[in-house]
């Protein structure tokens, strides 16, 4: 099966998120500043949350409702940008380098999955028939 642009791009964002809550899992007690209330279960549980709205809108564009798989998938790139909420609690210099090159790795291929999204939803909604 040939994976098309969608497809490489939301398995892009799903490596890089995966990659950024599996670090701050590891390092929860490293990160700067972070709240007590963020624990590893609640790490796992966000993460497959979020997974979940993205797997959700997949399935849903596969089974042809493009206009709300599409949006379900751009909700999901969007949460790639929380990651940036990091910064809210230490500057930018608090964090390590491993730190920083998760959260930015995550938001580098959000935005990456919304110009994917995006691109698809130019085309849908200027198709004849708008599905």
Request: hydrophobic residues 55%; contains cysteine; charged residues 10%.
């Amino acid at each position: 099966m040939k994976l098309r642009a969608i497809e490489w791009a939301m398995l892009a964002h799903c490596c890089a998120s995966l990659l950024h809550f599996a670090h701050n899992g590891v390092f929860v007690d490293e990160y700067p500043n972070l709240p007590a209330s963020i624990t590893i279960p609640v790490i796992i549980w966000t993460w497959l949350g979020i997974t979940a709205i993205g797997v959700v809108g997949y399935i849903v564009l596969r089974t042809g409702r493009e206009i709300a798989g599409l949006g379900l998938i751009a909700a999901y790139a969007a949460f790639g940008f929380d990651g940036f909420a990091h910064y809210s609690l230490a500057a930018m210099a608090a964090h390590t380098v491993m730190m920083n090159v998760t959260i930015w790795s995550e938001a580098i291929t959000a935005v990456v999955l919304l110009l994917v999204v995006g691109k698809r939803s130019l085309r849908v909604f200027h198709s004849p028939v708008v599905r």
